[in-house]
């Protein structure tokens, strides 16, 4: 079959039925948090923790632990981490929404065509997300005040995995809210892949 | 030389044949075995205690917490006396609550209740000295209210125990003087003159706030212990009193010469009512009842000799006397005390208050030993009762009293030394919890290291399940508990931190872009932020004589992120926990540059969270009008 026959085909509605499933995980995932990051160390046996959300940072211990973590980093001249410096946390939300109504009209008009646009943007936008917070990361670490009473080497705070940094194991992590963009993002990508197989075999 | 050596050989001897005594562990009684004892006491690091114990500090003005088993020492809550140690008294709020003085004796803290048993909100304490009470909030274990000196009343010794869902704590003279207080009358006038007076402290049921709501003057009789009573007799206190002589002087002599001192039974229920209704006459600026004034709420009751403790048996049913004097305790009961008190079966009266006759109330009179002072009960059924002049603890079965008195004591075991208040868990609740008791002894006679004259006292912990009692370990403390209580951990659920979005006091700032210092005339208002590791301005310039205030805001949320705020040479020490605020108040009267320093030791920077006090001297140019200053880089 050839590409613009294919892009053009209209798809089944179990299909259909995945679009409009991945399409409602996207919103949800504004529910729950998109990382977690935890520090432990001897005086923090149950840890400092911080969750990363689309829209907001929320601190363990009902906030405490992030302006205890931005106390513990003003002592390296970090400035304190806060939501006002995640442009992301104020495009994300929009974004999903914006993805749900891409996914109603992929699964209402069901063409090939809308689930392709809507696969590379949906991918390309989590990309992006995920750079933006590498970036936010790396921008943290890297712009210490020079006057601070502990001097260290710029670093990025761990994405993913775990880190030791001076008494502290640093614990970093998707949450629920990254699977459910990832899950979503693979169902589009497993329905235009099947889809995709069908066609190259007629 | 020979012989010189063969004489001190043979008073070596001589010593090696003096009588020595081997630790006795009396009847039932036992020392637990060292390996057995440690297992049940031992508590892990990071392990937990299964009980709270609340003891009284005595004259140091103070409460102390521990836990149990481990008996380990947690905290002093200050009450009565300045502690710079959590700058109690220091502040302006906790100096006001003190007014002025700086000690009190606190004698017998008494947990809230609701139904008779304790529901963890409240610890209400006595000051034995100065006659007032104090409120312990169980949500941060600070003292919130000190009310009094209370009126007409002097030494509030039978205090500060609570009715079963309290309504009422209730406070008693130990020390009859002329009334109102400041009125002078000849200690030969000690008779006529010079009253008792007991009172009921109302406590509002949602906030714990505490106001005198009525009082009864009485006889000039030494009011001692309390008891309140629970389900049949939920509407009565009972108090126990020594010198029913009505003598001055030496005491022990003179109030040593009746074989029987007196309970009185007093109905609060009648009482409040009695003076909500008008009823008395104002004294002191409060209403006063006369016993005339309500008959049938108050009777008098003989006990053995010179008694401390009054103990309500968990139902309620029983009262038990410790005659300090008496080989034993006796047993009253509290129905047949209502059937004596409405058939009018009277031996007489004292200043209108009728006497009731002792056979008709007494149904035992256990042998439990020599110098009965306190009982307390478990969930057993079994009695526990300090024996200050055996040094022992004595525990017996309450009832059946059917004449065989002395079959019902089951254990001894001695303590040391001395045993005054001992507790056991919910002790003096409608369903005790049991299992430890803790005596506290009054003397400790080089059971610990020998640290000199200045002698700590001892607590015991004994353990009561099963027929006997175990001694299990042994801690020593301060000055001085006298009565304790004891509450399960699960019970209490107190803060970590003080929450920021809790606090609407105007003065509090919350980030160190908010300090500021403000002057109107010749007072300096400072808002000042400390939060790790820096304070908030770092430098307050005043002129000689200006009223300083200073409020300080521990920023911090995080748990243990305490901060002091100490002015060296203005004798000014504040420690504010996580999210507190605190204010303190001096006039800046001697001129020269004084550091303020954080003294609850904080962070790595500890050391470095420090600034200072510029006091321009009179004369000179003068301090700026107004300025802040932000915190120190890195920030």
């Known amino acids: 079959m050839p590409l613009a026959k294919w892009l053009d085909r209209v798809l089944g509605p179990r299909a259909r039925l995945a679009v409009l499933g991945a399409g409602i995980l996207l919103p949800l995932a504004a529910l729950f948090p998109l990382w977690r990051i935890t520090m432990f160390a001897n005086q923090f046996p149950e840890g400092l923790r911080l969750a990363i959300y ?20 003003h002592y390296i001249g970090m400035q304190d981490i806060a939501a006002a410096d995640f442009v992301e946390m104020k495009f994300i939300p929009f974004a999903l929404g914006v993805f749900l109504l891409l996914s109603l009209r992929t699964a209402l008009f069901a063409r090939v065509r809308d689930l392709v646009d ?13 750079g933006a917070f590498w970036y936010r990361m790396h921008s943290y670490g890297h712009h210490l005040n020079p006057e601070a009473p502990i001097k260290v080497a710029p670093f990025t705070p761990p994405l993913f995995g775990h880190q030791h940094l001076a008494n502290f194991d640093i614990y970093s992590f998707p949450g629920p809210g990254s699977f459910l963009l990832l899950g979503a993002t693979a169902c589009l990508v497993v329905v235009l892949a099947l889809d995709a197989r069908r066609a190259l075999r007629t | 030389m020979t012989s010189r050596l063969s004489l001190i050989a043979g008073l070596a001897a001589l010593t090696a044949c003096a009588p020595s005594r081997t630790p006795q562990t009396g009847q039932g009684g036992q020392l637990a075995d060292a390996r057995v004892a440690a297992g049940r006491t031992y508590v892990a690091p990071g392990q937990l205690d299964e009980y709270y114990l609340f003891y009284s500090g005595g004259h140091s003005g103070n409460v102390f917490v521990a836990g ?32 002025g003085y700086t000690w009190g004796d606190v004698h017998h803290p008494a947990l809230s209740k609701t139904k008779g048993d304790y529901d963890g909100r409240w610890l209400f304490v006595n000051d034995n000295a100065n006659n007032r009470m104090a409120r312990i909030d169980l949500k941060d274990f600070k003292t919130k209210q000190i009310l009094g000196p209370i009126p007409n009343s002097s030494g509030n010794h039978g205090s500060a125990f609570v009715t079963e869902n309290s309504e009422y704590a209730v406070v008693a003279s130990r020390f009859s003087v002329p009334i109102p207080l400041g009125t002078y009358a000849p200690i030969t006038d000690y008779a006529t003159k010079y009253h008792g007076v007991v009172s009921g402290i109302k406590i509002d049921s949602a906030t714990g706030t505490m106001s005198l709501a009525w009082q009864i003057m009485t006889p000039p009789f030494d009011w001692d212990l309390a008891s309140t009573g629970r389900d049949v007799s939920h509407d009565w206190v009972v108090w126990t009193s020594y010198n029913t002589e009505e003598a ?6 003179t109030a040593s010469q009746k074989d029987r001192d007196y309970m009185v039974f007093v109905n609060w229920k009648q009482a409040a009512e009695a003076a909500a209704a008008g009823k008395g006459k104002i004294i002191g600026g409060v209403r006063v009842l006369d016993p005339n004034d309500i008959p049938g709420a108050m009777y008098l009751v003989p006990c053995a000799k010179s008694p401390h403790g009054a103990d309500f048996s968990p139902d ?22 209502q059937q004596a008190a409405a058939a009018h079966d009277t ?27 306190h009982t307390q009960f478990d969930d057993q059924g079994y009695a526990y009762t300090s024996l200050y002049v055996e040094s022992a603890v004595a525990k017996w079965k309450v009832g059946p009293f059917d004449g065989h008195d002395s079959t019902l004591v089951v254990a001894k075991i001695p303590v040391h030394y001395a045993v005054g ?59 001085e508990p006298h009565f304790a209580q004891i509450a399960p951990a699960t019970l209490l659920h107190p803060i970590e931190v003080y929450p920021k979005a809790d606090n609407h006091d105007p003065n509090a700032i919350w980030a160190a872009s908010d300090a500021k210092i403000m002057r109107r005339g010749n007072i300096v208002e400072v808002k000042l932020y400390a939060i790790r590791s820096y304070f908030s301005p770092s430098a307050i310039e005043v002129n000689q004589g200006d009223s300083v205030i200073i409020h300080i805001t521990n920023g911090e949320q995080e748990r243990d992120m305490i901060h002091g ?3 060296a040479l203005y004798n000014i020490n504040v420690v504010m926990d996580p999210g507190e605020m605190k204010t303190v108040a001096f006039r800046a009267t001697k001129a020269g540059v004084y550091p303020f320093y954080c003294t609850n030791f904080c962070s790595a920077m500890h050391q470095e969270m420090q600034g200072y006090l510029l006091v321009k001297p009179r004369g000179g140019p003068a301090a700026a009008s107004a300025s802040t200053q932000a915190g120190p880089v890195g920030r």
Do not use: W
């Open chain 2, 68 to 99: 149990l088993p481990s008996l380990r020492h947690i905290m002093t809550i200050p009450v009565f006396t300045p502690y710079p140690g959590t700058g109690y008294g220091f502040d302006v709020d906790s100096k006001q609550m003190l007014g």
């Open chain 1, 118 to 130: 809507l696969t590379v943007l949906l991918v390309y936008f989590s990309l992006f997300s995920f």
């Open chain 2, 347 to 373: 031996t007489g009266s004292e200043s209108g208050i009728p006497v009731l006759r002792f056979e008709s109330v007494r149904v035992a009179e256990v042998p439990v030993g020599l110098g009965p002072l």
């Open chain 2, 421 to 479: 208040h001992l507790v056991v868990a919910g002790g003096d609740m409608r369903h005790p919890y049991g299992k430890y008791l803790v005596s506290m002894n009054k003397m400790s006679k080089g059971q610990h290291l020998n640290i000199g004259p200045s002698e700590p006292e001892s607590s015991e912990l004994i353990d009561i399940t099963g027929n006997g009692l175990t001694m299990l370990s042994e801690a020593f403390t301060e000055p």
């Open chain 2, 316 to 337: 309620g049913r029983y009262v038990v006397c410790n005659g300090k004097l008496a080989p034993y305790v006796t047993v009253f009961d509290f129905a047949k005390f």
């Open chain 1, 54 to 73: 689309s829209y907001k940072l929320e601190g363990g211990s009902g906030g405490a632990d992030l302006e205890g973590i931005n106390i513990l980093n």
């Open chain 2, 248 to 253: 001055t002087g030496r005491l022990e002599v």
């Open chain 2, 565 to 567: 705020f100490g002015l």
